[in-house]
């Protein structure tokens, strides 16, 4: 039965999620099309990209972009079309300006403070390895004896 | 001391998070906010071989409301759009958003109609420029035809006192 399942899970993977069929006079046309719902986000449901998902304001993009294409328009423009009506938030990969900054230098900024931290960590750790100096051992003799003769 | 640190980047976590609990991943910016709203010709509900485009309304300041029969919080709104059209402070104008006329005409005579007028956009394509991604929404139009405030979600008495009506004094003291 857990096999059955198992096999059914894996099985559903390979189900396609868009309905309608568009043909393309120009293959490269396709994969286009291809590209850029991929990139589109779904704003109903906003963790999907406009290819995957069902919803219907998805089926209206995913027309436009393919009139728009058949139309001769450029990615450029396509994507002009869609930020001027849905903003940055329709792209996957947000424009990089003063707004998303943070968002673009944030994994930037964390690898670094994790680098330097882990730079601090290593220093401390070859401190406490390190010899002790004669001073410091004569210090250590000294304290000993101290300590016998009390 | 040692936990000062780990305390430190605690809070900042909770802080953040905190914020983004706070935060409604469904409220979109609009980027039609202060531009000219998209302009549209679309046949009248009640009078097909009539078109209504945002012109027309040029020098008012008004509402422009996306609604749908097949739309449930829509129901929600309509009693106070209901309410707020009979104080006669703004005229509302509703786009009838992919939906069935026959379906949009009984819903109007049934719950009672707040608009000036409605236009039908089946296709969902004037929906498309306007940015429409959650039916209702709600669009504030000044007298210049540039989009002043955009509400995703229904119009309630709390945004409509707090947000709406304000909005609507200011914009009825500027100059045409």
């Known amino acids: ?150 | 001391m040692r936990f000062l640190i780990p305390l430190g980047i605690f809070i900042v976590m909770v802080v953040f998070l905190g914020i983004g609990l706070k935060l409604d991943p469904r409220e979109v910016p609009s980027p039609l906010i202060g531009k000219p709203v998209p302009t549209f010709k679309l046949p009248q509900l009640h009078a097909p071989e009539q078109t209504f485009a945002p012109e027309d309304m040029k020098g008012k300041v008004w509402l422009l409301n996306v609604w749908a029969s097949w739309c449930v919080s829509c129901r929600a709104e309509h009693a106070v759009l209901n309410q707020f059209a009979k104080s006669g402070q703004v005229e509302i104008v509703g786009l009838n958003y992919k939906d069935e006329p026959a379906d949009a005409q009984r819903w109007l005579s049934q719950l009672g109609n707040p608009y000036k007028l409605s236009v039908m956009d089946v296709q969902g394509m004037a929906g498309l420029d306007l940015g429409v991604y959650g039916v209702p929404e709600t669009f504030v139009i000044d007298k210049k035809g540039l989009v002043r405030h955009k509400l995703t979600g229904p119009v309630d008495p709390q945004n409509l006192q707090a947000e709406i009506i304000p909005l609507l004094q200011t914009l009825n003291g500027e100059p045409g």
């Open chain 1, 1 to 150: 039965m857990k096999k059955l399942l198992l096999v059914a899970l894996l099985l559903s993977q390979s189900v396609q999620a868009v309905t309608e069929v568009y043909s393309f006079s120009n293959p490269s046309y396709e994969l286009r099309y291809q590209a850029l719902t991929e990139e589109l986000r779904c704003l109903v449901c906003q963790n999907q990209n406009i290819a995957d998902s069902h919803a219907e304001l998805a089926q209206d993009l995913r027309r436009k972009v393919y009139e728009m294409i058949t139309a001769g328009k450029t990615d450029e423009q396509i994507v002009e079309y869609m930020t001027d009506r849905y903003g940055d938030f329709v792209l996957y990969r947000p424009p990089l300006n003063p707004k998303t900054m943070i968002l673009w230098l944030a994994p930037i900024l964390t690898v670094l403070s994790g680098l330097v931290g882990f730079g601090f960590l290593l220093r401390r750790r070859r401190q406490v390895d390190q010899q002790p100096s004669d001073a410091e051992l004569q210090r250590v003799r000294d304290m000993l004896n101290k300590s016998d003769t009390k």
